[in-house]
């Protein structure tokens, strides 16, 4: 064997090792300096909505944790589905998060036209808080109970309506899924924001709107609307006069709920989403989140990746069973 050219072999290899090597620490070195810029959190509601404030109470911690700037772009429309299909176009690099909700996986599936999959493209951060809806109705109307407000609307079809935030949005499938159980008329109104519907709301241009607790809170608390019914199986921190539907309507076992969470764009690599989700954790048990998820009507459940991954696959799994069946809930 000629030495010269085994020589040159043994280099070869020595030097593609060294490359390997070398890539390797360059990737480790990356993946250890994150984060070295801001970080973007993209909420696809409107500003003043409970997705904007738990995005911005987390934004706030995890720019202390993470030692950058965290900041919250608002990105509204179609249900929250704008916001999604463009983090979902964004650099898997841990950069982009995107507070995700039950429409962020209903949406797609109810309305099957969506630029996004809520499964493939995306990996779970880990999930935030949940929120139950709240029935609330503008004072002018003639029913201070579940069972009156049941009462007038068997009794005047049509004469009622509800505001909603668009197709495939929970106060959308939830009150749909709510009158079909009850068998009651009452016509949608639908809107491009909760900020706008809670406005007509209060003018009293629709009759009610069953959406998550944290939008109505402040006003049903001034006596600006009416609470007849929650979604929780039971009284809530929030609204603890305010019986739950299953028991004002006569549902047991009824319960209309969401979940908040981060995702960010399929591709994250795992160590950073392990690093976001320990800051989220950590960020969850200060102070002010805490403080901030009670006023708001939220209630913490933080998590892990794969606890939110399985929870967003056995609620795409149930949503697409029940469009399949052609029912809303």
Request: charged share 15%; no cysteine; net charge positive.
């Given at each position: 064997m000629n030495p010269f050219r085994h020589t040159r072999r043994v280099l070869l290899t020595l030097s593609a090792t060294a490359v390997l090597l070398g890539l390797g620490t360059a990737q480790a070195q990356a993946q250890a300096a994150f984060p070295s810029k801001p970080i973007r959190i993209v909420a696809p509601f409107s500003a003043g909505s409970g997705v904007d404030a738990i995005a911005r109470m987390y934004a706030q911690q995890l720019s202390e944790q993470l030692k950058v700037p965290v900041v919250v772009e608002n990105r509204e429309g179609a249900g929250g589905m704008i916001g999604a299909a463009y983090v979902a176009?964004?650099?898997?690099?841990?950069?982009?998060?995107?507070?995700?909700?039950?429409?962020?996986?209903?949406?797609?599936?109810?309305?099957?036209?969506?630029?996004?999959?809520?499964?493939?493209?995306?990996?779970?951060?880990?999930?935030?808080?949940?929120?139950?809806?709240?029935?609330?109705?503008?004072?002018?109307?003639?029913?201070?109970?579940?069972?009156?407000?049941?009462?007038?609307?068997?009794?005047?079809?049509?004469?009622?309506?509800?505001?909603?935030?668009?197709?495939?949005?929970?106060?959308?499938?939830?009150?749909?899924?709510?009158?079909?159980?009850?068998?009651?008329?009452?016509?949608?109104?639908?809107?491009?924001?909760?900020?706008?519907?809670?406005?007509?709301?209060?003018?009293?241009?629709?009759?009610?709107?069953?959406?998550?607790?944290?939008?109505?809170?402040?006003?049903?608390?001034a006596g600006k609307l009416r609470a007849l019914g929650v979604g929780a199986s039971r009284a809530t921190q929030a609204l603890p006069d305010v019986p739950p539907v299953a028991e004002a309507a006569g549902l047991p076992g009824y319960e209309a709920l969401i979940w908040y969470g981060f995702v960010a764009p399929k591709g994250t690599p795992p160590e950073i989403v392990a690093q976001l989700n320990a800051a989220i954790t950590r960020a969850s048990q200060a102070p002010t989140v805490m403080e901030g998820i009670a006023k708001n009507g939220f209630e913490s459940a933080p998590s892990s990746p794969a606890e939110f991954a399985t929870q967003m696959g056995t609620e795409a799994d149930k949503w697409t069973a029940l469009v399949k069946s052609g029912k809303s809930k």
């Amino acid at each position: 064997m000629n030495p010269f050219r085994h020589t040159r072999r043994v280099l070869l290899t020595l030097s593609a090792t060294a490359v390997l090597l070398g890539l390797g620490t360059a990737q480790a070195q990356a993946q250890a300096a994150f984060p070295s810029k801001p970080i973007r959190i993209v909420a696809p509601f409107s500003a003043g909505s409970g997705v904007d404030a738990i995005a911005r109470m987390y934004a706030q911690q995890l720019s202390e944790q993470l030692k950058v700037p965290v900041v919250v772009e608002n990105r509204e429309g179609a249900g929250g589905m704008i916001g999604a299909a463009y983090v979902a176009k964004l650099p898997a690099d841990g950069y982009s998060l995107l507070v995700a909700t039950t429409p962020f996986v209903v949406g797609p599936i109810s309305q099957g036209n969506a630029a996004y999959d809520p499964i493939k493209d995306f990996v779970a951060v880990s999930r935030l808080a949940t929120n139950p809806l709240a029935l609330a109705v503008n004072p002018n109307v003639p029913a201070k109970t579940m069972k009156d407000l049941i009462a007038y609307a068997r009794s005047n079809p049509g004469a009622l309506t509800y505001a909603s935030s668009g197709p495939g949005t929970p106060s959308q499938l939830e009150m749909e899924s709510l009158k079909s159980l009850l068998g009651i008329d009452i016509r949608e109104i639908p809107y491009k924001s909760n900020a706008q519907a809670l406005t007509d709301l209060i003018g009293g241009t629709v009759s009610m709107y069953y959406t998550v607790q944290s939008t109505t809170l402040a006003n049903l608390k001034a006596g600006k609307l009416r609470a007849l019914g929650v979604g929780a199986s039971r009284a809530t921190q929030a609204l603890p006069d305010v019986p739950p539907v299953a028991e004002a309507a006569g549902l047991p076992g009824y319960e209309a709920l969401i979940w908040y969470g981060f995702v960010a764009p399929k591709g994250t690599p795992p160590e950073i989403v392990a690093q976001l989700n320990a800051a989220i954790t950590r960020a969850s048990q200060a102070p002010t989140v805490m403080e901030g998820i009670a006023k708001n009507g939220f209630e913490s459940a933080p998590s892990s990746p794969a606890e939110f991954a399985t929870q967003m696959g056995t609620e795409a799994d149930k949503w697409t069973a029940l469009v399949k069946s052609g029912k809303s809930k």
